[in-house]
């Protein structure tokens, strides 16, 4: 069974930082693509970031750009988002999933989105100004 689980979520004013991490198992990180997607009420769900440690790769929202941080530990299979200078409009829950398609090759698209085979419950970031 796969399983991913999200943590690291929380309250944090604007401008702070946070951590997620997504821990698999069930699904070995370093053969996948791995997201961050996120949902805001009332928004449709957005892609943030994404790694593949197949081809060492890594893309971001240009929203998230020079704040957020990708990587991926394989020995634990985790990938972590770390969040800098975090702002209101970062509100939203963060869902990290796993693309097993191969090659694993990363692509937020909206159209993407249904090729990630695997989801985490979410974890919640509340930014307050």
């Known amino acids: 069974e796969v399983q991913l689980v999200e943590s690291g979520g929380g309250l944090v004013q604007a401008g702070g930082s946070l951590r997620l991490s997504c821990a698999a198992s069930g699904v070995t990180f370093d053969e996948s693509a791995v997201g961050w997607f996120r949902q805001a009420p009332g928004k449709e769900r957005e892609g943030v970031s994404c790694?593949?440690?197949?081809?060492?790769?890594?893309i971001y929202a240009d929203s998230v750009k020079g704040r957020f941080t990708i990587s991926s530990d394989n020995a634990k299979n985790t990938v972590y988002l770390q969040m800098n200078g975090l702002k209101p409009e970062d509100t939203a829950v963060y869902y990290c999933?796993?693309?097993?398609?191969?090659?694993?090759?990363?692509?937020?698209?909206?159209?993407?989105?249904?090729?990630?085979?695997?989801w985490g419950q979410g974890t919640q970031v509340t930014v307050s100004s």
């Open positions: 999933a796993a693309d097993l398609r191969q090659p694993p090759t990363c692509d937020l698209s909206t159209a993407s989105m249904a090729g990630f085979d695997y």
């Open positions: 790694i593949s440690s197949t081809y060492d790769s890594t």
